[in-house]
């Protein structure tokens, strides 16, 4: 317990002394006058709300193993079980695996679940075995296996490759692959993922099924096939570029990049590592030593648990300190406010905001370096304008040196009940990295249904400058990307139309079929894309036509390359690809329509 204002402000002083301190204050009391006092009233002590304390336990849904510890394969497969199918549940866990070496595992990984290493290095902290996502429970298919990620450890596998059968919003970061990696789900069923970073896979990577997938800065050994759309920018040992056949569009660097928070253990303490960021960077921050960067003890952070209010949080804010948020639900009654540069809020096990009310759930103001991470934002039930906003409406400050990212920070609107949210994620801040994604109407679960979780639009960019690295974004009611600020730059965008639409009335845009999957706005002059998809399925009205996939200003500075659209088995089709460009999709084949570059 921290000590109470008089215990801190006597702490100094004998008994005695204190004894005589109190005394003095009771004559005060008794006297009006004596020490100034108009009245007894107001000699009452003021109390000052006791400080928000830093770091502390993580609580019951942070499982901490070391190599020591009995019974880590009974745990690993009692959470799976529990987490196996549980689409829409209520869990949120977090694996915590201490540095050291760890043999004959394998941590089978269900949904709302995180497995980390808490070394400095990916290698510190070795698997003898399996970090593993199949699709059993969904009959071999595993495009819904969403929301599940894997970070910070060595894998060497029992088998020699590891199984990683994954869909949107399951994020591999800081992984050292012993070995190969199979993306694709036991029988090679649909899969439809994914994400790498800052990782190295000494053997091949399979990717079979998966139709895309965006791999960042990390090394690999091979990569084997590709079916619509595999995109690489800075990793060594990528496929060359070849767009569309095969369809491989890789980058030798990325532009701008800076790594995701990460706890780890220094000595006995925890400690939240901040990578620092990189231009143009090619392959892993950790293969040739100690990653560069700063790191922050846990005592700077206020470690939040479940059913703590959005006034707490804001008032540990206020304190000075950053946010852990351990895995759990969180229901906000005001937007999360976050004001002072340099600001961390790292979730653990997908812990999830819940904006209650119609309000934000969380707001940044416009400063350097903010660092948003891994937690999921849920709509309410009532509409709420925004979800997430980074810097206020005209933001206009200069953050190239210090940007702020927003990194496996994902949105869902309906699914696990009625959501609505007219723009899920507005980026006013300039220089601001959206790195990993998954915005997401839901298409399935509960509280869906064209106007049942209505959310009109996925992301607004009105900041200048801005990156995005891995961007999925899906299923809105009108556009799902809105790009007004200038030289915005996207290294890999997928995207599915809303599947739901009634009839082509219900989307039409003035004049034009459809809304544009990724628009750019009328007046921006300079913009860059590099491997960008979308794909429709209008399965409640097959005859729905979109006239385009990617709508913008045709003018010299707004480039695009390696664009694809695609109808899924024939239901509603594409006239274009981007503005009037591209051949239409046809038929039932699932064939990719592709404009290698334009204008």
Same mark, same amino acid.
């Given at each position: 317990?921290?000590?109470?204002?008089?215990?801190?402000?006597?702490?100094?002083?004998?008994?005695?002394?204190? /004894?005589?301190?109190?005394?003095?204050?009771?004559?005060?009391?008794?006297?009006? &006058?004596?020490? &100034?006092?108009?009245?007894?009233?107001?000699?009452?002590?003021?109390?000052?709300?006791?400080?928000?304390?830093?770091?502390?336990?993580?609580?019951?849904?942070?499982?901490?193993?070391?190599?020591?510890?009995?019974?880590?394969?009974?745990?690993? +497969?009692?959470?799976?079980?529990?987490?196996? %199918?549980?689409?829409?549940?209520?869990?949120?866990?977090?694996?915590?695996?201490?540095?050291?070496?760890?043999?004959? =595992?394998?941590?089978? =990984?269900?949904?709302?679940?995180?497995?980390?290493?808490?070394?400095?290095?990916?290698?510190?902290?070795?698997?003898?075995?399996?970090?593993?996502?199949?699709?059993?429970?969904?009959?071999?298919?595993?495009?819904?296996?969403?929301?599940?990620?894997?970070?910070?450890?060595?894998?060497?596998?029992?088998?020699?490759?590891?199984?990683?059968?994954?869909?949107?919003?399951?994020?591999?970061?800081? @992984? #050292?692959?012993?070995?190969?990696?199979?993306?694709?789900?036991?029988?090679?069923?649909?899969?439809?993922?994914?994400?790498?970073? +800052?990782?190295?896979?000494?053997?091949?990577? !399979?990717?079979?099924?998966?139709?895309?997938?965006?791999?960042?800065?990390?090394?690999?050994?091979?990569?084997?096939?590709?079916?619509?759309?595999?995109?690489?920018?800075?990793?060594?040992?990528?496929?060359?570029?070849?767009?569309?056949?095969?369809?491989?569009?890789?980058?030798?660097?990325?532009?701008?990049?800076?790594?995701?928070?990460?706890?780890?253990?220094?000595?006995?303490?925890?400690?939240?590592?901040?990578?620092?960021?990189?231009?143009?960077? /090619?392959?892993?921050?950790?293969?040739?030593?100690?990653?560069? &960067?700063?790191?922050?003890?846990?005592?700077?952070?206020?470690?939040?648990?479940?059913?703590?209010?959005?006034?707490?949080?804001?008032?540990?804010?206020?304190?000075?300190?950053?946010?852990?948020?351990?895995?759990?639900?969180?229901?906000?009654?005001?937007?999360?406010?976050?004001?002072?540069?340099?600001?961390?809020?790292?979730?653990?096990?997908?812990?999830?905001?819940?904006? +209650?009310?119609?309000?934000?759930?969380?707001?940044?103001?416009?400063?350097? *370096?903010?660092?948003?991470?891994?937690?999921?934002?849920?709509?309410?039930?009532?509409? %709420?304008?925004?979800?997430?906003?980074?810097?206020?409406?005209?933001?206009?400050?200069?953050?190239?040196?210090?940007?702020?990212?927003?990194?496996?920070?994902?949105?869902?609107?309906?699914?696990?009940?009625?959501?609505?949210?007219?723009?899920? @994620?507005?980026?006013?801040?300039?220089?601001?990295?959206?790195? #990993?994604?998954?915005?997401?109407?839901?298409? #399935?679960?509960?509280?869906?249904?064209?106007?049942?979780?209505?959310?009109?639009?996925?992301?607004?960019?009105?900041?200048?400058?801005?990156?995005?690295?891995?961007?999925?974004?899906?299923?809105?009611?009108?556009?799902?990307?809105?790009?007004?600020?200038?030289? !915005?730059?996207?290294?890999?965008?997928?995207?599915?139309?809303?599947?739901?639409?009634?009839?082509?009335?219900?989307?039409?845009?003035?004049?034009?079929?459809?809304?544009?999957?990724?628009?750019?706005?009328?007046?921006?002059?300079?913009?860059? !894309?590099?491997? =960008?998809? %979308?794909?429709?399925?209008?399965?409640?009205?097959?005859?729905?036509?979109?006239? #385009?996939?990617?709508?913008?200003?045709?003018?010299?500075?707004?480039?695009?390359?390696? =664009?694809?659209?695609?109808?899924? !088995? *024939?239901?509603?089709?594409?006239?274009?690809? @981007?503005?009037?460009?591209?051949?239409?999709?046809?038929?039932?084949?699932?064939?990719?329509?592709?404009?290698?570059?334009?204008?």
């Amino acid at each position: 317990m921290p000590p109470s204002p008089t215990d801190a402000s006597d702490s100094g002083r004998s008994p005695l002394a204190r /004894r005589s301190v109190l005394g003095a204050m009771a004559a005060a009391a008794a006297a009006p &006058g004596l020490l &100034g006092l108009s009245s007894p009233a107001s000699a009452a002590p003021v109390k000052k709300p006791l400080a928000l304390p830093g770091g502390g336990d993580l609580g019951p849904n942070v499982i901490v193993f070391d190599p020591s510890t009995s019974g880590i394969q009974a745990k690993l +497969d009692e959470v799976f079980r529990q987490q196996e %199918s549980a689409q829409f549940g209520t869990g949120r866990y977090q694996f915590l695996f201490r540095p050291g070496t760890y043999n004959g =595992l394998n941590a089978q =990984l269900g949904f709302y679940t995180s497995i980390s290493g808490l070394g400095l290095s990916p290698d510190d902290t070795t698997i003898n075995g399996d970090v593993t996502v199949d699709a059993g429970w969904f009959g071999g298919n595993a495009t819904q296996n969403f929301w599940r990620s894997a970070e910070n450890l060595a894998l060497s596998p029992a088998n020699g490759t590891n199984r990683w059968a994954v869909a949107q919003a399951a994020p591999f970061r800081r @992984i #050292h692959v012993k070995g190969g990696l199979n993306l694709s789900p036991n029988g090679y069923g649909w899969a439809s993922g994914g994400y790498i970073a +800052d990782s190295r896979i000494d053997g091949t990577v !399979g990717p079979y099924s998966q139709q895309q997938w965006y791999t960042r800065d990390s090394s690999v050994g091979g990569w084997l096939n590709a079916v619509w759309n595999m995109v690489f920018s800075g990793v060594e040992g990528a496929p060359a570029q070849s767009f569309p056949n095969p369809p491989y569009t890789t980058l030798e660097t990325t532009p701008i990049s800076r790594e995701k928070p990460f706890l780890y253990l220094s000595g006995s303490e925890y400690r939240v590592f901040l990578p620092e960021k990189r231009t143009n960077a /090619r392959g892993t921050t950790w293969g040739s030593g100690t990653p560069r &960067g700063t790191s922050l003890a846990l005592t700077q952070f206020y470690v939040a648990k479940p059913g703590v209010t959005a006034a707490t949080l804001n008032a540990a804010l206020t304190q000075g300190l950053h946010l852990l948020l351990t895995p759990g639900i969180y229901h906000l009654d005001q937007p999360i406010q976050v004001n002072r540069a340099g600001t961390v809020v790292l979730g653990l096990g997908y812990a999830t905001l819940i904006p +209650d009310n119609g309000i934000t759930a969380l707001r940044t103001a416009d400063v350097d *370096g903010v660092r948003l991470a891994g937690f999921l934002i849920d709509a309410g039930p009532v509409n %709420s304008s925004t979800l997430l906003e980074v810097g206020p409406s005209g933001a206009s400050a200069n953050h190239s040196a210090n940007p702020t990212t927003v990194q496996d920070v994902f949105i869902r609107i309906g699914g696990a009940g009625p959501g609505k949210a007219t723009t899920s @994620i507005v980026i006013n801040s300039r220089h601001t990295i959206i790195d #990993h994604t998954w915005v997401w109407r839901a298409d #399935h679960g509960t509280g869906v249904g064209w106007e049942t979780n209505r959310a009109d639009y996925g992301i607004r960019v009105n900041g200048d400058d801005v990156l995005a690295t891995g961007l999925f974004v899906e299923h809105f009611n009108k556009y799902d990307v809105q790009w007004y600020g200038q030289r !915005g730059r996207t290294v890999f965008f997928q995207n599915e139309k809303a599947y739901d639409a009634p009839n082509q009335a219900a989307i039409q845009n003035g004049a034009v079929k459809g809304y544009a999957a990724y628009k750019v706005g009328d007046s921006v002059t300079t913009h860059e !894309g590099w491997g =960008l998809g %979308s794909y429709c399925y209008y399965n409640v009205d097959p005859t729905i036509v979109q006239h #385009h996939g990617f709508a913008a200003p045709n003018t010299p500075g707004v480039k695009f390359h390696d =664009l694809l659209v695609i109808s899924l !088995g *024939g239901q509603g089709q594409y006239e274009r690809v @981007i503005n009037d460009t591209g051949s239409p999709t046809s038929g039932t084949s699932t064939v990719p329509s592709t404009v290698v570059s334009y204008p």
